[in-house]
């Protein structure tokens, strides 16, 4: 075994989960406060402190942690403890596990494991949230808990089918479903101007991915399975970190949500009109690794203006949406794509 | 071990790192809280009324229908990502050539009979009044 390789790895697991995604998914919702209290007219969190800085309220996602940190993390009378334990558990390592296979720049040296088939990987191991959500609402022994995992388990079985289907025309269209090639394909220009990226060929499949990704992350407004003001959802009895966890959970979807479209629709770390040659190799490295980064940011926040913008659906507007609405569209779209690209 | 499974053993380290983080929060958070348990607190919540049901029951069948049908719809979508993949070269005419788009057609087109077959039974109603008016049908055509 090379031990080297091993240390490379661990090394870049840790960068990638730890410096990248667990801090930008707690910026992420220090974000997300002030930028529904800009929305709603208000001022939001501001009062953290450390000394006398304050830094617009940015020291508060580190007193949540240590607030978290700090609590009581009960467990109710006939609750099943070891799924009770388990759940937010799954929901986090499971979503945390799909960066493996994000490329983050050009070459290998980028992405923690280059997988041939990374999109499949993707969908496989960021199934498993629904175990989280299904087995954390069913164990708290909470008809309220019951509830929410129920219309959790359903919803999102149901709008992963066309998460799923609305990849399969991306996979045609550049032949590959590794998530480097992908990026590799979206390098080129149509028609000597356009870049080839996935958004611009495959329009349709961009749009339903977007509304599937962001169903999966039970946000509104699609969040039935919590529902914070009026319905009690999954993690009714849940507290302390166990609840901040999936907490947590929602937001590193958020920014996996938006590395898989920027990768996939968005072209990933390429620069569209920059030619390569004759600026030194480093500098074009780190501006396309920073042009990937500043797509992920662009991306949360289109998802945070969406939250914060739509009202929630009533239940069967949801699973109408899902199976009448969105299934049939993502099958029309991958027969037009097959047509398509059998004529050209 | 060749190389070609290097990328797998960083998959495991990734997974491994993943759960230790999740793993690791949680145990940190039980040594840290406090311990103070009460009869009220370990009682299920229900915005403070008294509990009258409990929740180890039977659930409604179309949860069940739903994941049936997520059964099916997946495995489609499972088959369909080699196909997409291989599609390009598929259509060469040393290859399938233009069968290749009949053959996908085909595929989709009998799920798609699948999928009109179950909307047509009203398996993917939720609304209460298309629950109650198909009902109220079905008995009256009895």
């Known amino acids: 075994?090379?031990?080297?390789?091993?240390?490379?790895?661990?090394?870049?697991?840790l960068v990638v989960l730890v410096v990248f995604v667990l801090m930008l998914g707690a910026v992420l919702t220090w974000v997300e406060r002030r930028m529904s209290a800009l929305i709603?007219?208000?001022?939001?969190?501001?009062?953290?402190?450390?000394?006398?800085?304050?830094?617009?309220?940015?020291?508060?996602?580190?007193?949540?942690?240590?607030?978290a940190f700090t609590k009581e993390d009960f467990v109710p009378a006939g609750a099943n403890r070891m799924l009770f334990f388990l759940a937010p558990a799954i929901a986090l390592a499971s979503t945390l596990a799909c960066f493996a296979v994000i490329p983050f720049g050009p070459g290998e040296h980028f992405t923690i494991a280059p997988l041939d088939s990374g999109m499949l990987f993707i969908i496989a191991i960021g199934s498993f949230g629904i175990y989280g959500v299904a087995l954390g609402g069913w164990a708290s022994n909470n008809n309220f808990g019951l509830l929410g995992a129920l219309r959790g388990a359903a919803q999102l079985v149901s709008y992963e089918v066309t998460m799923g289907l609305n990849l399969v025309g991306v996979f045609a269209v550049f032949g590959t479903m590794s998530l480097s090639q992908l990026v590799l394909g979206q390098g080129e220009l149509l028609?000597?101007?356009?870049?080839?990226?996935?958004?611009?060929?495959?329009?349709?499949?961009?749009?339903?991915?977007?509304?599937?990704?962001?169903?999966?992350?039970?946000?509104?407004?699609?969040?039935?399975?919590?529902?914070?003001?009026?319905?009690?959802?999954y993690f009714a009895e849940f507290s302390a970190m166990r609840f901040a966890t999936f907490?947590?959970?929602?937001?590193?979807?958020?920014?996996?949500?938006?590395?898989?479209?920027?990768?996939?629709?968005?072209?990933?770390?390429?620069?569209?009109?920059?030619?390569?040659?004759?600026?030194?190799?480093?500098?074009?490295?780190?501006?396309?690794?920073?042009?990937?980064?500043?797509?992920?940011?662009?991306?949360?926040?289109?998802?945070?203006?969406?939250?914060?913008?739509?009202?929630?659906?009533?239940?069967?507007?949801?699973?109408?949406?899902?199976?009448?609405?969105?299934?049939?569209?993502?099958?029309?779209?991958?027969?037009?794509?097959?047509?398509?690209?059998?004529?050209? | 071990m060749g190389s070609e499974f290097l990328p797998y053993v960083a998959i495991i380290i990734t997974i491994v790192v993943a759960v230790g983080i999740a793993?690791?929060?949680?145990?940190?958070?039980?040594?840290?809280?406090?311990?103070?348990?009460?009869?009220?607190?370990?009682?299920?919540?229900?915005?403070?009324?008294?509990?009258?049901?409990?929740?180890?029951?039977?659930?409604?069948?179309?949860?069940?229908?739903?994941?049936?049908?997520?059964?099916?719809?997946?495995?489609?979508?499972?088959?369909?990502?080699?196909?997409?993949?291989?599609?390009?070269?598929?259509?060469?005419?040393?290859?399938?050539?233009?069968?290749?788009?009949?053959?996908?057609?085909?595929?989709?087109?009998?799920?798609?009979?699948?999928?009109?077959?179950?909307w047509g039974k009203g398996a993917l109603d939720w609304a209460f009044d298309a629950l109650t008016s198909s009902a109220a049908r079905s008995d009256a055509n009895e």
Request: some cysteine; overall charge neutral; proline content about 6%.
């Open chain 1, 1 to 13: 075994m090379d031990w080297m390789f091993m240390l490379i790895a661990l090394l870049k697991v």
């Open chain 1, 40 to 67: 709603q007219d208000r001022l939001g969190p501001n009062r953290a402190q450390i000394g006398n800085v304050r830094a617009w309220g940015l020291l508060h996602p580190i007193a949540d942690m240590f607030k």
């Open chain 1, 191 to 233: 028609w000597g101007w356009l870049p080839k990226w996935g958004v611009v060929v495959q329009p349709v499949g961009f749009v339903l991915f977007l509304i599937a990704s962001m169903a999966e992350n039970k946000r509104a407004p699609f969040d039935l399975p919590e529902g914070e003001s009026e319905i009690i959802g």
């Open chain 1, 247 to 344: 907490f947590l959970t929602e937001f590193v979807e958020i920014v996996l949500i938006a590395a898989i479209a920027a990768t996939v629709f968005f072209g990933g770390w390429q620069i569209p009109w920059l030619d390569p040659q004759g600026v030194a190799g480093g500098f074009i490295t780190v501006a396309q690794i920073g042009f990937f980064v500043f797509k992920i940011i662009a991306l949360c926040w289109l998802q945070m203006l969406i939250r914060w913008t739509l009202p929630r659906f009533r239940y069967d507007q949801l699973m109408n949406l899902g199976w009448k609405v969105l299934l049939p569209l993502s099958l029309a779209n991958i027969v037009v794509t097959a047509i398509v690209l059998a004529l050209s």
């Open chain 2, 23 to 118: 793993l690791a929060i949680l145990v940190l958070n039980a040594v840290l809280g406090p311990k103070r348990p009460s009869e009220a607190k370990m009682g299920p919540f229900e915005c403070g009324s008294d509990v009258v049901d409990t929740p180890r029951k039977r659930i409604n069948v179309r949860f069940y229908a739903v994941a049936i049908f997520f059964v099916v719809f997946d495995i489609e979508a499972l088959f369909l990502i080699p196909i997409a993949v291989a599609y390009r070269d598929l259509l060469q005419p040393q290859h399938l050539g233009v069968f290749a788009l009949f053959a996908l057609l085909l595929f989709i087109g009998v799920l798609a009979i699948g999928l009109w077959y179950v």
